[in-house]
């Protein structure tokens, strides 16, 4: 049955979520005002997803919730997992946080948006989800299956599949990852518009950047608790807290520049060829061309990355960072140009850190199982293994579950200790830390700088975050068209 509640208020009161007989959220009081953004931040594993699922009833079925959501004049009790399901999609719904997974891979953009419109005949439902699509400048891809999306463009469309229904709450869980400037520029824009028309928003975000676009207040969450709350400009500006302190200390922005070669090539994809001078070079592209579906990726690229430099390919989602990666790798031909690999350099020196990290692991092997092949491959002893585990911030145990049972920010964090473990000479970190909180990604930086400097590897860092790159690296190739 579906419910539409109008409401004026949004409170949630003595919320809990167990795990068995452990807490994984406890709030007491939580509330949101019409029109208002409330951002929650924190790191990984300090509750903040939970109470979004434990709000919207959809909570694994491992988990036990209990307290009160508070809706205009109707409360709904939150150990019911029935309770708002006639809300869904009409008075609440979710942008959760992997906007491709979320879409039906088997529909069209254009049907799969038109699904939800709130009109009884199909013409009106095509007719409304075109003209979302259009506003959110999505004009051209009604016929475009799901994985053929950019990640910004798969976000647009998540969106406009949970708000063609203008659902009066709107959660949205960790939005930004991976998105460039621009297209975080966007994101806000758009949560700015379900505020605008006097709904409630209420986003989860690692991004304090995000966080400080959107306005409004913030709840920080800390082991469970919420910690501060506030005023975004008071509780970012004059963190009252010290956890909150040292979350906002680990900006990027805020980290020092890398200072160790203070020779900063900074260059734009076909300028004259750049890289260190008289000293062989483990890898040179020059004037490397890819086309991709009949769409050039890359034009006249000349790169040259020498042994233990450190290099951060930079630019908007769609530049081809992510191509280029994959030719340093090894398994993108290119159709123009050539790539020269040192003649030492042999077949595993090369490692590459993806973005999505399930995609490099095998699902059904238990992780523990695929780091004892690894560390025996390159014959690593296991204290070594539990020494970098240890760097990044994870327990041992965590390894004895498959790659589907811990979050992505865990995953990517073995990902790195994995790579590490064959002491490569080129490491490609393709948005490695993307899912990671700053406090977290403050950390994992650090483990993997510091194996980096300690092997002598080069490395190559992919990412949208100048300012990570800034303080990581000192050699730039810049793809931004622009």
């Not at 009109?119 to 009604?142: E, P, Y």
């Not at 505020?195 to 306005?215: E, M, P």
């Not at 042999?346 to 490099?360: H, I, N, T």
């Amino acid at each position: 049955m579906t419910t539409t509640v109008m409401a004026t208020s949004l409170e949630l009161t003595a919320v809990e979520v167990r795990s068995g007989g452990r807490v994984l959220v406890s709030v007491p009081e939580l509330r949101a005002e019409p029109g208002r953004p409330l951002t929650i931040i924190g790191e990984s594993g300090a509750g903040k997803s939970l109470l979004a699922h434990a709000a919207m009833g959809t909570l694994d079925a491992s988990l036990t919730a209990s307290g009160t959501m508070r809706l205009g004049e109707a409360t709904f009790d939150l150990s019911s997992s029935t309770s708002r399901r006639g809300l869904w999609g009409h008075s609440l719904a979710l942008l959760p946080q992997e906007p491709s997974l979320a879409l039906d891979p088997t529909m069209r953009v254009l049907p799969q948006v038109a699904e939800g419109a709130p009109v009884a005949d199909r013409r009106g439902a095509r007719s409304s989800a075109v003209a979302l699509l259009d506003s959110l400048g999505l004009t051209d891809v009604g016929q475009h299956w799901p994985h053929t999306l950019s990640g910004g463009m798969a976000q647009r469309v998540s969106y406009a599949a949970a708000t063609i229904t203008e659902p009066g709450v709107l959660l949205v869980d960790e939005p930004s990852k991976g998105l460039d400037a621009r297209s975080l520029d966007l994101l806000a824009e758009l949560l700015l518009r379900h505020t605008s028309a006097g709904g409630f928003l209420v986003t989860i975000t690692h991004d304090l950047g995000l966080a400080r676009r959107l306005g409004g207040d913030v709840a920080v969450m800390r082991d469970a608790e919420v910690i501060e709350t506030g005023a975004i400009e008071d509780v970012l500006g004059r963190p009252a807290h010290e956890h909150t302190r040292r979350l906002v200390g680990a900006d990027p922005a805020l980290w020092p520049a890398r200072s160790a070669k203070p020779r900063s090539a900074v260059r734009s994809a076909g300028a004259p060829r750049s890289g260190s001078s008289g000293s062989s070079a483990l890898i040179s592209l020059e004037q490397v061309g890819v086309v991709l579906g009949g769409r050039p990726v890359l034009r006249s690229v000349d790169l040259r990355i020498g042994h233990g430099e450190r290099w951060a390919l930079v630019g908007p989602s769609g530049s081809g960072k992510t191509t280029l990666g994959h030719v340093l790798v090894g398994v993108q031909p290119v159709d123009s140009g050539r790539v020269v690999r040192d003649a030492s350099l042999r077949r595993g020196q090369v490692v590459k850190l993806y973005q999505d990290p399930q995609a490099s692991f095998p699902h059904k092997v238990p992780l523990l199982a695929g780091l004892h092949d690894v560390a025996r491959r390159f014959d690593v002893g296991w204290s070594r293994v539990i020494g970098l585990l240890d760097e990044v911030g994870l327990s041992a145990r965590l390894l004895e579950r498959r790659p589907g049972q811990v979050s992505g920010g865990e995953l990517q964090r073995i990902a790195i200790v994995r790579s590490m473990l064959a002491s490569p000479r080129l490491v490609i970190a393709d948005e490695a830390t993307s899912r990671l909180d700053l406090l977290t990604q403050q950390a994992t930086v650090r483990a993997l700088l510091s194996e980096v400097d300690a092997s002598g590897s080069a490395l190559v860092l992919v990412t949208h975050d100048r300012d990570l790159a800034r303080a990581c690296t000192d050699r730039v190739l810049d793809l931004d068209p622009g």
